[in-house]
Each structure stands twice: as structure tokens, then as C-alpha cells.
């Protein structure tokens, strides 16, 4: 009963912990922005831009795969960590939100 109080409190709060990360990073930092652009400021190198810009929310998606990863990994391991394995197992709420802030952001 315990165990499942647990699990039912750790997930919502790691999707909130990923939905704040991912909102935190994709926000721009207002106070390191110059207040208006130097007129002798060179343009920006390659290597100032972001690695990969046509792929939208790096973070919700690196989250997404890092869940599956850790998923996998537990339903191959050796011990039962006595009956949590089987508990973190269900990892599908959590992939399952991320899944749908990847949809609402098509629509």
C-alpha cells in the first residue's frame, strides 16, 4: 500500500520536473539579452547556433528516450529489487504525457 502511495506521488511529480525542464530551457533568459544590438557585432558563427534547429523540443524528446531506455533496462534486469522493478516498469504514464506535449504541439 505504501509502495503504491509512493509510486502514485513520484510520477506525477516527475512529468511535472520534466514539464518544468523543458519549459525552463526553451524560455529565453531576458537579463543576458543586450537592451539594443551593437552596430559593430559580428553575425553569428556556426557554432553560436543551436545544434539542430529544425528539431523542436530536444529536451521533451531526450526525456521521452532516456524513459524508454530506462524502461528496457528494467524489464531486463536480473534482480526484482524486491517488487519495485515491477513498479518502475510502469513508466508508461510518464512516456505517455510526454507523448501527448509532443502532439499538442503539432495540433
Do not use: W
Not at 552596430?39 to 532516456?66: F, K, V, Y
Not at 528496457?72 to 501527448?100: C, S, T, W, Y
Amino acid at each position: 500500500m505504501k509502495t503504491r502511495i509512493v509510486s502514485d506521488l513520484a510520477l506525477p511529480s516527475l512529468i511535472l520536473a520534466f514539464a518544468f525542464l523543458a519549459t525552463a530551457l526553451a524560455a529565453p533568459n531576458k537579463a543576458n539579452l543586450p537592451a539594443a544590438p551593437a552596430a559593430n557585432a559580428l553575425p553569428a558563427t556556426p557554432a553560436a547556433m543551436p545544434a539542430d534547429p529544425a528539431e523542436p523540443h530536444r529536451q521533451i524528446r531526450e526525456a521521452l528516450a532516456a524513459l524508454r531506455r530506462a524502461k528496457e533496462h528494467m524489464q531486463h534486469a536480473a534482480h526484482d529489487f524486491g517488487g519495485h522493478r515491477v513498479e518502475a516498469i510502469e513508466a508508461n504514464q510518464a512516456i505517455k504525457q510526454l507523448e501527448i506535449c509532443l502532439k499538442y504541439d503539432k495540433d
